[in-house]
């Protein structure tokens, strides 16, 4: 656990103009800082705590950038519920809630305090360690993977309608798009083979390792579900290079780290349904 500079905390919550606020939940964190919840913890120096964290990002009087780490994830979680509906919220944490004020903002902020300077990492007499930076998104990447299965998850109506349902296999016949040869596979346009198995090598070892989930169970957070329309959730399932957007009653997305800028479509084929209904049976749910 990072300690609360006593001089980090006090410069942190002298007249913080907060600009933000994110959860750094198991079921809800910044997918940008890692794969899981203890990953994206241990970016900031967090001990991943059961009931997680609010982030509180903001300037002080000098326009220095902190991040106020705080217990009371409720009072986060209303304030953001709050900005979200377009209301206005006074998000002050009680001092007794504060974990820890860090130098610097771990993600990217596009919006500063009014009629205080730029804003700035704050000074080594201030800050207990090295500031904090957002993740380098500019190369493709882990971090930049896993913004875009965000991005998939919050658009899923947008990416879907790109999809043409006759490139997946259909049953009892396979489709035009299996009759293809397999180096078009290999570009995302030929998703499956005729017996439904996904042809590129990647996504093949994507969800041969999403289904060990199942039976081991990966670090908290690795898996989660979210709200989708009807009675469908909405699946997120990291690992090692990947990552996989799916709804329980659709078809699937995967990026990899090995294949920058793709989007991979992964048919709902003979196993697909019921892999994404074990996992969301052990995927963490916000409460």
Known sequence: MVGTDEDAVAAADDALYVLTA??????????????????ACAALGLAPLADGYGLVLGQDGDGARWTVVVDDVSLVAVAIASWDCGMEYDLSPDERSVVAALPGWPLAVAVAAPGVPEPHDPGPEVADGPPLAPPDTSRWGPAQRRLGADEIALQWAVWREQIDDSAFPTPGGASEAAEKPAEDAEKGDAPAAADGQPRHGGVRRVLAEARAYVDTPPPLGRVRSS??????????????????????????????????????PVGRGPELPGLLEALDKMAVRPS
């Open 22 to 39: 994110v959860l750094l939940t198991p079921a809800k964190f910044p997918s940008v800082l890692g794969d899981d919840y203890p990953e």
């Open 227 to 264: 709200f989708a329309p009807g009675d469908a959730r909405t699946l997120r399932a990291d690992g090692p290079g990947w990552s996989l957007v799916a709804r329980t009653d659709d078809i699937a997305f995967v990026l990899l780290d090995a294949e920058p800028g793709e989007v991979l």
